[in-house]
């Protein structure tokens, strides 16, 4: 479980890197020890072909495109083949609807304060984007996938409906 932030699943390994979700560092104790703590945007200290299920949700909209693709080179590497790697998070036309509601520099200095600077997120994906990263990576299948819904049941982690217009869901098949 990618960046799980305050959210640790029962049954995952959960992992984070103790950042926006932990001010200062400070995890209660409780959580600590659940949690492993990694930078996600670096090399993972996992075996090759280790992993079957992957999840992710509010994650990579902190990244860029290169930390995002390197991410997804990490995670590539450490699935076993027909591995599936869910990610949901707001997508660039969500973000678009929600966050820009005119054309102006007044409504875009709105849009940048409340979708971007409010949340620290770096970059909004849209299929297209994460359909051609994978693809070029090596991911056999990208599909669309409704949220909260998925055709593999342990990856039927979505936790926050009031994102359900705003995100973009997309599961990757190794």
Known sequence: HYACGRNVLTGWLNVDGYDESFPSGAVPAELASRIFRLDLTGRHPFPDH????GYSE????????AEFTSFLCECFRTFQ??????????????VLRRHLRGSDWAA???????????????????????DAIARHIGWREVRMSPYGQSTVPDLRQDSRPSQADLNL?????K
Do not use: M, T
């Open 50 to 53: 280790h992993f079957r299920l």
């Open 58 to 65: 509010d994650f990579i909209e902190h990244l860029d495109q």
């Open 81 to 94: 083949p027909g591995g599936v790697l869910r990610l949901s998070s707001p997508g660039l036309e969500g």
């Open 108 to 130: 875009a200095n709105v849009f940048r304060e409340e979708a971007y600077e409010r949340w620290w997120h770096k970059h909004f994906l849209c299929f297209a984007e994460v």
């Open 169 to 173: 869901v997309v599961e990757l098949v």
